[in-house]
Nanobody, 122 residues
Framework: QVQLVESGGGLVQAGESLKLSCKAS????????MVWYRQAPGKQREFVAS???????DFAAGLKGRFAISRDNDKDMVDLRMNNLKPQDTAVYYC????????????????WGKGTQVPVSS
């Protein structure tokens, strides 16, 4: 089975930067798309940013100028760099992997990590 583990979360003050990382494990051969979502307290989970296997990126409206996403295909990792954080960025951040190929299997469904908390104080 494929597992995703997020890291890098923690309490920050408004205006600071933070980098989240997500690593996939489980004999991964390739991952078509790696995506970050977030869920603020009392709200629905929402899309943050994605990067596909060729490096094409997509961002939620309003985040592209402050957030950056990158991946390392050799390490099966994706990073989310968040700058000038605001209290409204407070959320649990989740990593998702779409269309994963391992050495023996192809998984068309998505795998999710358990999330990492990012509280932003004002």
């Amino acid at each position: 089975q494929v597992q995703l583990v997020e890291s890098g979360g923690g309490l920050v003050q408004a205006g600071e930067s933070l980098k989240l990382s997500c690593k996939a494990s489980g004999s991964v051969f390739s991952i078509e798309s790696m995506v970050w979502y977030r869920q603020a307290p009392g709200k629905q989970r929402e899309f943050v940013a994605s990067v596909d296997i060729s490096g094409r990126t997509d961002f939620a409206a309003g985040l592209k100028g402050r957030f950056a996403i990158s991946r390392d295909n050799d390490k099966d990792m994706v990073d989310l760099r968040m700058n000038n954080l605001k209290p409204q960025d407070t959320a649990v951040y989740y990593c998702k992997a779409d269309q994963v190929k391992t050495m023996t299997e192809y998984y068309p469904m998505a795998f999710w990590g358990k999330g990492t908390q990012v509280p932003v104080s004002s």
